[in-house]
Nanobody
Framework: QLQLVESGGNLVQSGGSLRLSCAAS????????VGWFRQAPGKEREGLSC????????HYVDSVKGRFTISRDNAKNAVYLQMNSLKPEDTAVYYC??????????????????WGKGTLVTVSS
């Protein structure tokens, strides 16, 4: 059974960068489209970006477009989220999750099959 574990969250200053990783075990993540999500305190979880199984198709929501880049390395069974120009409003717990299909993905971020437990990103002003 597929399991996902996020890592890379940290405290960073406004304008800084972080790279989040989503590592899979128990199955082949490369079969599936994968999305990154976040949930800020007191807010609903929101989808941010997703990537098809091959990596050939990606989607970004407007709030992160141009600042975040999603990528994947199927040989390493992992998906990444490079986050640049971070803002205090990016502070949240970040999650990865997969769909039960290869893609393409977006703009709807529903129907996820497996979720990780999240990694905390805190951006100070």
């Amino acid at each position: 059974q597929l399991q996902l574990v996020e890592s890379g969250g940290n405290l960073v200053q406004s304008g800084g960068s972080l790279r989040l990783s989503c590592a899979a075990s128990g199955s082949t993540l490369g079969y599936y489209a994968v999305g990154w999500f976040r949930q800020a305190p007191g807010k609903e979880r929101e989808g941010l970006s997703c990537i098809s199984s091959s990596g050939g198709s990606t989607h970004y929501v407007d709030s992160v477009k141009g600042r975040f880049t999603i990528s994947r390395d199927n040989a390493k069974n992992a998906v990444y989220l490079q986050m640049n120009s971070l803002k205090p409003e990016d502070t949240a717990v970040y999650y990865c999750a997969n769909w039960a299909y290869a893609g393409p993905c977006g703009p709807d971020y529903y129907g996820m099959a497996t979720w990780g437990k999240g990694t905390l990103v805190t951006v100070s002003s």
